[in-house]
């Protein structure tokens, strides 16, 4: 069965600083999606970056990158260049991809509380 | 439309009423997706539509669960005979590709 540890409950950073939001995982599966999201008070999941099993190079996206280290199993959030805005509760989630019956369901992990201080 | 839309955004209802919540997707995503989210903790996985066919159904999804998807459009979700430990934030998803789009979901309090 598939496993997301987020290790983190809460974390805080200065406004303006980089910050990493931990995530290690468990499958057996070779073939396999990891995602993070950022979740404000409102609710909404909002993606922020995708980190496919076979991908040579850690995923980016503006502000957002994916240090991915396989042989650990761990897919670590890096927030460079911290807004308040980034203020915010951070879920790791998994999707396994190759066959099995999952239907692309995700597991997440229990989520990192992120503060940003001005 | 260009999001997931999720009707009510909050219901309060006594212990052992009925709810019915409401999930409208993006048209042209065949898959979708309901979770689970109580306080503190991450979504959970409930139940899985590709088009009007519910494949997955989690052990989470008791008997008094029941999910529909009809013409494989909008999806709706009824508890029966809530408990209070129904408490929790329903999450909609759907999925084209690889992608996932979420709902803002509905917040259930059971009282």
């Known amino acids: 069965a598939q496993k997301i540890t987020q290790t983190q409950p809460g974390m805080f950073v200065q406004e303006k600083e980089a910050v990493t939001l931990d995530c290690t995982y468990d499958?057996?599966?070779?073939?396999?999606?990891l995602f993070w999201y950022k979740q404000p008070s409102s609710g909404e999941m909002i993606f922020l970056i995708y980190?496919?099993?076979?991908?040579?190079q850690n995923a980016t996206e503006g502000r957002y990158s994916l240090n991915f280290q396989k042989a650990r199993k761990s897919a670590n959030l890096v927030i460079s260049a911290s807004q308040l805005g980034d203020s915010a509760m951070y879920f790791c989630?998994?999707?396994?991809?190759?066959?099995?019956?999952?239907?692309?369901?995700?597991?997440f992990g229990q989520g990192t509380i992120l503060t940003v201080h001005p | 439309d260009t999001g997931v839309s999720q009707d009510p955004r909050h219901k309060i209802t006594k212990r052992g009423q009925n709810v019915t919540f409401r999930c409208d997707p993006i048209?042209?995503?065949?898959?979708l997706y309901w979770y689970r989210q109580t306080l503190g903790q991450g979504p959970e996985f409930l139940t899985y539509?590709?088009?009007?066919?519910?494949?997955?159904k989690s052990r989470l999804l008791s008997d008094r669960f029941s999910a529909e998807r009809p013409k494989g459009s909008f999806s709706t979700l009824e508890i029966q005979r809530t408990e209070q430990g129904d408490s929790a934030m329903y999450l909609c998803?759907?999925?084209?590709?690889?992608?996932?789009?979420f709902g803002s979901g509905t917040r259930l309090t059971v009282v």
């Open positions: 998803a759907t999925s084209s590709n690889y992608g996932y789009t």
């Open positions: 499958t057996s599966d070779p073939s396999y999606g």
């Open positions: 980190q496919g099993s076979y991908d040579q």
């Open positions: 989630a998994m999707r396994e991809l190759a066959g099995g019956t999952s239907y692309g369901k995700l597991t």
């Open positions: 048209s042209e995503h065949n898959r």
């Open positions: 539509f590709q088009n009007e066919a519910q494949l997955e």
